[in-house]
């Protein structure tokens, strides 16, 4: 079997950084340089990368170092993501000689490693250790909810004009009380406002708080709420629903609200698995989407 050369944390190498990006293009349809040129790939997201003979981008498994609270205790983690192979390189057992060093890297420095995988590598990921977690799903039937829709303007943001006002929210925001609060993440965050959902931010101006969402049929998705100060997640349903809204589905722990299901569903699509030697996730808890890498 071929070896090829395992390059690392390369973000200011233009030629491997532009073909680690025509991967992540090809693979997941994202497109990581609006991010690096407007500096937010900083030295948390390091890519851990096999390069052809040509110099190329053939496989890849990046980490993220993640700041997490859980039960008001501080756990330093790392999150495994971007895992790819290019077609023409698969079945090579690439993907799993760079899970064996990252693991050999990090196993040992960090309190947890995790990583959210889809249905395609639900057997891979065992096979190192990693103990897959069912998370929750929040939701509220909205028709049959004490939550009444508003009538004040959602503002609607654009991150060709909005971009200041972003970065100081990410950089600001206050970290709701929760099972799982992510901590120190303003780049991330940045990350799905320039490339996950810049057609989905809204603002309401009088709260200080801006509303990651998305409306499909009568289901109103809410991904994140990021505020300045504490927010009744309620005032901000109210606000975010519209007069055709049913149900609405929080991707995030939303806190207390009338008619709130909570529900613990395998989602084989982006499904949380964990390495550690304790038993971390128990009871009810959801990563909130906008920490997944």
Known sequence: MQEYKLVSDYRDNDRLRESFNRLAQETFQLDFDPWFAHG???DKYIPFSFINEEGEVIANAS???MTIEMNQV???AIQIGTVMTDKRYRNQGLAKKLMDHILELYQDSVDFIYLFANQSVLDFYPKFGFTR?????YSVSFKNSQIKAGDKELIKLSVDHDLKLLESFAKNRCIRN???AVKDNPELLMFYFLIAFPDS???LKDLETIVLMELEEEVLHIFDVISLKEQDVREVVSRAAGKTTERIVFHFEPGVIDGLSVQKRKNDEDELFYLSQDSLFEGEFKFPLTSHS
């Open 74 to 76: 501080t756990h330093q």
């Open 133 to 137: 977690a069912d998370e929750c799903e």
């Open 178 to 180: 929760s099972a799982i």
């Open 201 to 203: 931010i809204y603002y």
């Open 63 to 65: 980490i993220y170092k």
């Open 40 to 42: 937010y790939w900083t």
